[in-house]
């Protein structure tokens, strides 16, 4: 069964930083190319970034309103994707889930909540 | 970035229903786009890939349809855990990107 299981959300301050994680089982995470995708309160799903497998590059691609800001990265030895954030602004409140798959995102985590406020 | 747009934004419709939702992408993106159901506090759940492929375990009565630029969800008969947002996202450029969404509501 493939599980991904995101934690590190929280409650943090415009400007400060937060680290999210995403820890997957279930298929060989190494080959998977893996996304972050979140939502706002009330509002629709926004995709944040991905990144390739590291057979196919390992690189990574970032949408515009958190590029600078935010970093993708992954440990394939723990099967882990990682979302370093940045500068974080009240705008960047949102549920934030990793996902992954093909011509479609099949599989997602269950979210982990970011609340940014002063 | 491709900018897809899903009309309506909102629809009521009872049981038995047969219920459309459209999705337009600002540029061509061939059969690259998918269709997931949300319900409210959990993730997301795709339905169709490549435009008109149903995922496994999927109901025959979502289908969907398009290419290029046009693209159709179509629930055959609406049933009672089909009342949900429904976003299409298109897979052929980076960045991705989602529509709307569509929220089916109850009559």
């Known amino acids: ?118 | 970035a491709i900018q897809l747009t899903q009309s309506p934004s909102s629809l009521s419709a009872s049981v038995g229903d047969r219920v459309t939702i459209t999705c337009r992408a600002s540029q061509g993106i061939s059969s690259a786009l998918a269709w997931y159901q949300q319900k409210p506090g959990e993730a997301p759940k795709s339905l169709i890939y490549d435009a008109s492929t149903l995922e496994s375990g999927v109901p025959s009565r979502f289908s969907g349809s398009g290419s290029g630029t046009d693209f159709t969800l179509t629930i055959s008969s609406l049933q009672p855990e089909d009342f949900a947002t429904y976003y299409c996202q298109q897979f052929n450029s980076y960045p991705l990107t989602f529509g709307g969404g569509t929220k089916v509501e109850i009559k």
């Open chain 1, 1 to 118: 069964e493939v599980l991904l299981v995101e934690s590190g959300g929280g409650l943090v301050k415009p400007g400060g930083s937060l680290r999210l994680s995403c820890a997957a089982s279930g298929f060989t995470f190494s080959n998977a190319w893996m996304s972050w995708v979140r939502q706002a309160p009330g509002k629709g799903l926004e995709w944040v970034g991905r990144i390739k497998s590291k057979n196919d590059g390992g690189t990574t691609d970032h949408a515009a309103p958190v590029r600078g800001r935010f970093t993708i990265s992954r440990d394939d030895s723990k099967n882990t994707l990682y979302l370093q954030m940045n500068s974080l602004k009240t705008e960047d409140t949102a549920v934030y889930y990793c996902t992954t798959g093909s011509s479609a995102f099949v599989y997602w985590g269950q979210g982990t909540r970011v609340t940014v406020s002063s």
